[in-house]
């Protein structure tokens, strides 16, 4: 498999790119790239509800050096990029930003895959689907990761007992 080298204009997510700001979906870069279309899964491993929360599933883009920031919510976008999106363990079908808590610090890993075709799964779908669908189509892979954390307000707000 082909090395992708994967990269994010930030290593700590701006507020845009979060619940706190405008919760759009951040610009990837990519180097490398000798495929025919890309898929993506984004994965927040540091909640602790679940075994690897994930944030985004996107496939079916065609092979581009520039993921644009700003991919809309909904199953199948044509605009700024065309691409179909799953269901995120938020029940959205497009991206939901990192939301730590006062105090946390959260990582993110953004998976590219470089495919040999497009997967041609409806919109909506899951990830284990996505995962199924992709089996012995992966041309190349790459990830990078990015952090997001929140400050306590006021010293009061992490003291033991308060919530």
């Not at 507020?15 to 279309?37: F, K, Q």
Request: one cysteine or more; glycine letters at 10%; aromatic letters at 8%.
């Amino acid at each position: 498999m082909e090395k992708l080298s994967v990269s994010l204009d930030f290593l700590e997510f701006p507020a845009a790119h979060t619940c706190e700001g405008s919760n759009i979906s951040p610009g990837i870069t990519l180097e490398g790239l000798d495929s025919s279309s890309l898929a993506i899964m984004v994965f927040n491993p540091s909640r602790r509800e679940v075994l690897s929360y994930s944030a985004w599933l996107i496939w079916d883009m065609p092979a581009t050096k520039i993921i644009p920031a700003g991919i809309p919510p909904g199953r199948k976008i044509t605009d700024p990029i065309s691409a179909v999106q799953g269901i995120n363990d938020a029940g959205v079908n497009g991206y939901t930003g990192p939301c730590p808590k006062p105090g946390e610090i959260h990582r993110y890993l953004f998976r590219v895959y470089g495919l040999d075709d497009f997967l041609n799964i409806p919109g909506g779908s899951s990830k284990s689907a996505l995962l199924s669908a992709m089996h012995g189509h992966i041309l190349q892979y790459g990830e990078t990761e990015a952090i997001a954390s929140k400050t306590p307000s006021s010293p009061a707000a992490t003291a033991p007992g308060r919530k």
